[in-house]
């Protein structure tokens, strides 16, 4: 099955959102909206009538269109949504499920709901979402902060399961905000972050990982905590994580990252192939900590 892949930004503090109703679908490409350039996605389901359910639809203003990506189970599995220019955004209205019918009773159960999410941005953050599986109707999460960004990532976390099939059914993704003119003109609204998870050099071990565990030939391997500690930069007090450059060009060969915390062990093993480095192995491991 094909799959598409892209550049993860980076994510340096986990932080919760909350939810409010949103009162009606907020057009990808309306005024309640930003516009949305373009949409890749770490996996696709094929090869059903009358239409594909290519991550595109999450962005084409139609709920009566989705989203489904491969594999047997669709955690970990990510989209990512590219902003026409760089925007402050502040929250995402999300058409959960297969709307399709819905008002009759029709499609919304059959099909996996997203029930929470790493939410990924270009400044160096991420947020975790959580959403009412059982809600028919479009929800607007409004994040916990604005973020100045190009782009903003889903990664999946929890799914609730259809009645009838566990493929995970996400019909549109709306992200509101306003557009950044500083950001646009080449410079950053947000002071640079100290935390080592927002350097550029970080960002090789996020791609890798995200990758990784969003392809469904290899997210079987992949737990909440690894996801945790490298998307969202948690770490427990007094074990910090270590610092990782895989920046320079003159790097080659292989890699490990690996961090001790309190209650687990985390553990990337990683390859340079062409000018990316890729994860071809991933643990994270309970251990005692009276160890």
């Known amino acids: 099955m094909p799959r598409m ?44 009538a009358p239409a594909g359910h290519e991550p595109s639809n999450l962005a084409d203003g139609d709920p009566d269109t989705w989203w489904q990506p491969a594999g047997r189970s669709p955690r970990f599995a990510w989209v990512r949504l590219e902003l026409a220019a760089p925007a402050r955004v502040d929250g ?20 996996g709901r997203l029930r929470s999410a790493w939410v990924l941005f ?17 929800r607007w999460v409004i994040l916990a902060r604005a973020h100045t960004t190009r782009a903003v990532t889903l990664v999946i976390r929890d799914v609730e399961r259809g009645e009838r099939w566990n493929h995970l ?30 350097s550029p050099g970080w960002l090789p071990l996020r791609d890798a990982v995200v990758a990784y565990c969003g392809d469904p030939d290899t997210a079987s391997r992949c737990e909440d905590p690894l996801l945790d500690v490298v998307l969202g930069c948690r770490a427990d ?5 270590p610092a990782l450059d895989l920046t320079p060009t003159d790097k080659s060969g292989t890699a490990r990252w690996a961090w001790r915390g309190r ?5 990337v093993d990683l390859q340079r192939i062409g000018d990316r480095w890729r994860a071809t192995d991933v643990k994270a491991t309970e251990r005692d900590p009276a160890d």
């Open 5 to 48: 892949t892209t550049s993860i930004p980076t994510a340096a503090a986990l932080a919760l959102a909350w939810l409010v109703t949103s009162p009606a679908w907020a057009s990808p490409h309306g005024t309640d909206g930003l516009a949305i350039a373009g949409v890749t996605a770490s996996s696709t389901r094929t090869g059903e």
């Open 92 to 111: 995402l209205v999300i058409a959960n499920g297969v709307l399709a019918h819905a008002d009759a009773g029709g499609d919304f159960s059959t099909l």
């Open 122 to 138: 270009d400044d160096g953050a991420a947020e975790v979402i959580r959403l009412d599986p059982q809600r028919r109707s479009p």
């Open 169 to 198: 059914a996400i019909s549109e993704v709306s992200i509101t905000g306003r557009p950044d003119a500083e950001a646009t003109a080449g410079r950053s609204s947000l002071p640079p972050s100290p935390d080592p998870c927002s």
């Open 237 to 241: 007090p007094g074990h910090p994580l």
């Open 263 to 267: 209650w687990f062990s985390v553990q």
